[in-house]
Every structure is written in structure tokens, then in C-alpha cells.
């Protein structure tokens, strides 16, 4: 069977800190309702290649396409409108706001958009602390928050940073649950996770990086096959 056309395209993405030189000419592709992960050590360039396709990196270079259409000069809130959703490795839940005026507070860019009933299905721990202020959660409740907080608004693609860097590992399989729910809805998701006995739970496909380059792509079914490269390139 010929493989699907690319949802997201990335060709030749460079970006810059200031002077800095952090991404080196990447290429990816994102094909619609699948799972990609981008793994590597820290400072491999993966959280830059997700701000950079997202447009919150200022300087960056190269061709980054969703559906076709050239991202690379838009602003960011264009960006977002043609169906990206971003959820920091830092969450950025609003603390002083409660779990249902976080979710409510994000304007609706595409039709599609999970409702707060379908949400709090999803999310029983979410819909338990609905009145409770961001500061009283507990960080696998702030980083589903985070995550319920994009499906409100109608995104079809997901970039999502480490989202389970730092949970415990019940909190981590419960992410992995509703990743695969999300896969299941149609949903594509391109994640950055250095757990990757985690990643491999959910990924159809992986990119390895190192120093701000691709080293490496492959799909599930050819991931016992490159263990000896992966256990050199991520010490896993």
C-alpha cells in the first residue's frame, strides 16, 4: 500500500537562540492520524524543532508545510488557526484560574472541538478538580490540564513537549491512554519524549536527533532492529 501524503511537512529547518545555531537543516513528515515522536538527550534540538515549526522561535529558516500551505513566514496566531495546538513542557496553565476557566479561556480556531462533557470524560481527575485554582493541582493534573486545554480549541495536530517528564508512573500510563484515545479519534500527534519505553507504547513512527540534526527515522515495526543504534544515540 503507497503510504498516505504528508499532513506536515518540514524541509531544511534551521533556527537560532540570539547567535546561537540550534537546529541544523531538519526534515520530517507528519501523515494525518498518526503518532510521531522525536527522540534524543537533552539539548538534541527536539523542543527547538517544536517551537520552531510552531513559530515561537524568532529566527528560523527552511520550509515548514501544513496540508501544503507554507507556515514558515506566518505569525504565530495564524499558526495556530490553520490547526496546530502546542502544549509546553512547562504546561503554562494559568495558576490563578480554576481547571474550568483554563479550559474555557482559549479561543476556538477550527471547528471540531471537544466539548467540557467530552473533556471531563476523558479527563475524570480534571472534572473532579474543575473548581480548584491551577496552584492546587498536582503536576499529572496540570500536565492533563495542559493537554485538554488544546482539544478545547479545535487543533488537529498536536505538538506536545515531554508530557510526562517528571509523573509518576501511573499518571505516565494514563497520558499513554489518552494519546492512543486522541490517535483514535483522528487526531495526529508529534511528540517529544526522552521516556522511550513510554514512546514506544504510543509512536507509529520515530525520529532520533543529535546536536540539532536528524540522525535517524524509522517506523514501529523496524524498532527492534535499531535498538543497538538507539541504545548508543539515548543511552536507553
Excluded: C
Amino acid at each position: 500500500m503507497p503510504e498516505a501524503p504528508a499532513l506536515l511537512t518540514v524541509r531544511g529547518l534551521h533556527g537560532w537562540y540570539g547567535e546561537s545555531h540550534v537546529l541544523h537543516g531538519v526534515d520530517l513528515d507528519v501523515r494525518e492520524g498518526e503518532t510521531v515522536t522525536l527522540l534524543g538527550r537533552n539539548g538534541a534540538g527536539k523542543t527547538s524543532t517544536l517551537r520552531a515549526i510552531m513559530g515561537l522561535m524568532r529566527r528560523r529558516q527552511g520550509e515548514i508545510r501544513l496540508r501544503g500551505e507554507d507556515l514558515t513566514a506566518m505569525p504565530l496566531y495564524k499558526t495556530a488557526r490553520a490547526g496546530l495546538g502546542y502544549v509546553p513542557e512547562e504546561r503554562g496553565i494559568f495558576a490563578s484560574l480554576t481547571v474550568a476557566e483554563n479550559l474555557t479561556l482559549p479561543p476556538k480556531v477550527a471547528e471540531g472541538g471537544m466539548s467540557l462533557d467530552e473533556i471531563y470524560a476523558l479527563f475524570p481527575n480534571i472534572y473532579e478538580r474543575r473548581t480548584s485554582q491551577g496552584t492546587k493541582l498536582s503536576g499529572g493534573e496540570q500536565q492533563m490540564l495542559a493537554i485538554a486545554r488544546v482539544l478545547r480549541t479545535g487543533a488537529r495536530i498536536l505538538l506536545l513537549d515531554e508530557p510526562t517528564e517528571g509523573l509518576a508512573p501511573v499518571i505516565v500510563q494514563r497520558i499513554g491512554e489518552v494519546l492512543r484515545t486522541l490517535k483514535a479519534r483522528g487526531l495526529t500527534i508529534l511528540l517529544v519524549e526522552q521516556n522511550f519505553r513510554f514512546a514506544r507504547t504510543v509512536a507509529d513512527r520515530f525520529y532520533v536527533m543529535e546536536h540539532g540534526r536528524m540522525i535517524d527515522g524509522f517506523g514501529v515495526a523496524e524498532l527492534d532492529g535499531r535498538m543497538a543504534m538507539l541504545h548508543e544515540a539515548l543511552g536507553v
